[in-house]
């Protein structure tokens, strides 16, 4: 895609996420990496009424470069996609269900949420780091995201949300998407005995779509 394209859709992609209740206000943030810099949602924006031209563009070097000016949380997506040079893009949700997991998992845990499915496997992996505690746009956290973000796609700010990257802008939502899916199905299933893929059914899924 080139950058228009791209503009149109995280646009689209925002509408979608704040149509299922994923954002609301002007929670959530998305961005993309663009062969001169980078895509954002502007501060303080809703997702579910983004104007593509208004969306925060920024150099290599993350200075603001045309646009309205990035989210507050622009060091979160710098920290993840600095540390992972295979993502194209970051997607920050307040999502119900992992926003639930978040308030409820300990901080440092690697795995609060079971391999219940092929797909939570598949979009996000082995692993699930949750990061401790920070206030909302606190850059502070940036080196502790960035830690989580070595070996891991996906993870989770405690009692905030979760951050998720992708190859490319779509798997990057759609991950974000089966993680929230995949909480839900955690919180529905707590207090029984749900079967878990195995781990030998985990490094089946890895090798194959890892």
């Known amino acids: 895609m080139n950058e228009t394209e791209l503009r149109e859709a995280i646009a689209a992609h925002g509408r979608l ?3 299922r209740g994923y954002a609301v206000g002007s929670a959530g943030n998305i961005s993309v990496r663009l062969p001169d ?10 997702l579910g009424r983004l104007d593509p031209a208004r969306i925060s563009k920024l150099d290599p070097g993350w200075r603001h470069v045309s646009g309205d000016a990035p989210s507050k949380e622009v060091f979160m ?15 920050h949700l307040h999502s119900t269900h992992a926003t639930a997991i978040a308030c409820l998992a300990a901080p440092g845990e690697p795995a ?16 699930l780091p949750v990061v401790r505690y920070y206030r909302p746009g606190d850059a502070a956290m940036a080196p502790a995201i960035a830690a ?39 919180l529905l299933l707590q207090g029984r005995q749900p079967r878990s893929l195995t781990p030998a059914e985990v490094e089946d899924l890895l090798s194959t779509f890892g």
Do not use: W
């Open 77 to 91: 997506h710098r920290a993840v996609l600095e540390t992972r040079p295979e993502a194209g893009a970051v997607v």
């Open 148 to 186: 989580a973000a070595q070996g891991a796609r996906a993870m989770l700010l405690a009692n905030h949300g979760p951050v998720v990257s992708g190859r490319t802008l779509d798997e990057a939502v759609y991950a974000a998407e089966e993680l929230e899916e995949a909480a839900k199905l955690a």
């Open 37 to 46: 810099g980078y895509l954002m949602t502007p501060t303080n924006a809703c």
């Open 17 to 19: 996420l704040f149509g």
């Open 112 to 127: 609060p949420i079971p391999p219940l499915t092929p797909y939570f496997v598949m979009r996000i992996g082995r692993v």
